[in-house]
């Protein structure tokens, strides 16, 4: 059991360049989200999904992309990378049961550098 | 406006003294709080939550509705408890809002 994992680790790109982070979970969660953590900013929520096929915007989606085919898989897609979306992305995941949001499950992270 | 607040960045206490992590809120419904903690090197994870009302490797936390407060707090700090500490609430259907975080040192 993994639990939840990101891909790459760490990853730098030049401004305008296109690419997409890999989050997986293996515990059959319903519900799963993107988040960056910058200083003195906290996390903060870009996009999160309650299914496949179900996405919806968070607090900062602008220059990001989600999909959910799977229950599974949460790929988070920068379109035009810019060095504002420098940062360190988190995905988590957890259950909805009965209305109620269970404990998230975080990732270990991907710190991104945008030239 | 929704809103989490953690006043402190930094909070700095010796060991065996009382910690009180601070976090006001900001929600028009009825919130749903949770305190998160990153440990060293180790991936954020959930501390507690309002729901629960339990005592989690000796912290406790209160919702003051009056004072739209979750305040984190533990009688005597140990060394293991420095971290990054994170509350967050659950706004509206499913969307969390993290405070800024505050890093607590305990200090041997």
Same mark, same amino acid.
């Given at each position: 059991?993994?639990?939840?994992?990101?891909?790459?680790?760490?990853?730098?790109?030049?401004?305008?360049?296109?690419?997409?982070?890999?989050?997986?979970?293996?515990?059959?969660?319903?519900?799963?989200?993107?988040?960056?953590?910058?200083?003195?900013?906290?996390?903060?929520?870009?996009?999160?999904?309650?299914?496949?096929?179900?996405?919806?915007?968070?607090?900062?989606?602008?220059?990001?992309?989600?999909?959910?085919?799977?229950?599974?898989?949460?790929?988070?897609?920068?379109?035009?990378?810019?060095?504002?979306?420098?940062?360190?992305?988190?995905?988590?995941?957890?259950?909805?049961?009965?209305?109620?949001?269970?404990?998230?499950?975080?990732?270990?992270?991907?710190?991104?550098?945008?030239? | 406006?929704?809103?989490?607040?953690?006043?402190?960045?930094?909070?700095?206490?010796? @060991? !065996?003294?009382?910690?009180? $992590?601070?976090?006001?809120?900001?929600?028009?419904?009825?919130?749903?709080? =949770?305190?998160?903690?990153?440990?060293?090197?180790?991936?954020?994870?959930?501390?507690?939550?309002?729901?629960?009302?339990?005592?989690? @490797? !000796?912290?406790?936390?209160? $919702?003051?509705?009056?004072?739209?407060?979750?305040?984190?707090?533990?009688? =005597?700090?140990?060394?293991?408890?420095?971290a990054m500490y994170y509350c967050a609430l659950l706004s509206g259907t499913y969307k969390y809002i993290?405070?800024?975080?505050?890093?607590?040192?305990?200090?041997?």
């Amino acid at each position: 059991n993994a639990g939840v994992t990101q891909t790459p680790k760490f990853q730098v790109l030049k401004t305008g360049q296109s690419m997409t982070l890999q989050c997986a979970q293996d515990m059959n969660h319903e519900y799963m989200s993107w988040y960056r953590q910058d200083p003195g900013m906290g996390l903060r929520l870009i996009h999160y999904s309650v299914g496949a096929g179900i996405t919806d915007q968070g607090e900062v989606p602008n220059g990001y992309n989600v999909s959910r085919s799977t229950t599974e898989d949460f790929p988070l897609r920068l379109l035009s990378a810019a060095p504002s979306q420098t940062s360190v992305y988190f995905c988590a995941s957890s259950w909805i049961a009965g209305g109620t949001y269970n404990e998230q499950f975080f990732g270990p992270g991907t710190r991104l550098t945008v030239l | 406006a929704q809103r989490v607040t953690q006043p402190e960045k930094l909070l700095s206490v010796f @060991k !065996g003294a009382p910690v009180e $992590l601070k976090c006001n809120y900001s929600y028009s419904g009825s919130p749903e709080l =949770f305190w998160y903690v990153q440990y060293s090197r180790q991936r954020l994870q959930l501390l507690l939550r309002h729901i629960s009302r339990e005592s989690i @490797k !000796g912290f406790t936390a209160d $919702l003051n509705k009056g004072e739209t407060s979750f305040h984190l707090k533990k009688p =005597f700090a140990q060394e293991e408890d420095s971290a990054m500490y994170y509350c967050a609430l659950l706004s509206g259907t499913y969307k969390y809002i993290f405070g800024t975080g505050t890093r607590l040192k305990v200090l041997a």
